[in-house]
Nanobody, 118 residues
Framework: QVQLVESGGGLVQAGESLRLSCAVSGSIFSINAMNWYRQAPGKQRELVASITSGGSTNYADSVKGRFTISRDNAKNTVYLQMNSLKPEDTAVYYC????????????WGQGTQVTVSS
């Protein structure tokens, strides 16, 4: 059984920072890409940032220069450092990982709420 457990969400004021973490546990062989998505009320889920097993990263235009995704392969953990937060960053943030346990499967965390007040 593979689980993704997120932490680090909360309520902050505009301009402040938060760091999200997502730990992958279970009987896994390896983890390929790891991603952070977010979904604001009434909107579709969107990809915020992604990182490959080799460390290559990609970001949504709306967060470039403010958010940084990183991973610790030894801990099977992915992070999202969010700086200069804006009210429009308010959303539920979800961790996603492509995990090899024989074949490669797509797993999701339960989501963590990030609320940015103006």
């Amino acid at each position: 059984q593979v689980q993704l457990v997120e932490s680090g969400g909360g309520l902050v004021q505009a301009g402040e920072s938060l760091r999200l973490s997502c730990a992958v546990s279970g009987s896994i062989f390896s983890i390929n890409a790891m991603n952070w998505y977010r979904q604001a009320p009434g909107k579709q889920r969107e990809l915020v940032a992604s990182i490959t097993s080799g460390g290559s990263t990609n970001y949504a235009d709306s967060v470039k220069g403010r958010f940084t995704i990183s991973r610790d392969n030894a801990k099977n953990t992915v992070y999202l450092q969010m700086n200069s937060l804006k009210p429009e960053d308010t959303a539920v943030y979800y961790c996603n990982a492509y995990v090899r346990i024989g074949s490669i499967y797509d797993y999701w965390g339960q989501g963590t709420q990030v609320t940015v007040s103006s």
